[in-house]
């Protein structure tokens, strides 16, 4: 009996929250413009050409967590 008010109610606010972020942020309810960098092609293609401009130098790949990489050999304990 519970379970059906439980899913209900989440699903009654994952409503109320898409309804909410869609008339704040889509339909600005309070006000502002989409910035043109955002809404126009031509800014994208010229980020993308100087993006692919710049010289790219590295070095090897990196191992972000080298701890987690590691083969660590156990030994057993030996009986003396």
Known sequence: ???KYI??????S???AY?????ISDGKLFGGTTPK???EKEWWEETDKKLN???RTAGPPV???PISRQN???KGHSQS
């Open 1 to 3: 009996m519970a379970l």
């Open 14 to 16: 994952f409503a109320v």
């Open 53 to 55: 401009a710049w010289p």
């Open 63 to 65: 191992v972000m967590n």
């Open 7 to 12: 899913i209900g109610s989440i699903a009654a």
């Open 19 to 23: 309804v909410c972020d869609t008339s």
């Open 37 to 39: 960098t955002v809404s």
């Open 72 to 74: 660590f050999i156990i």
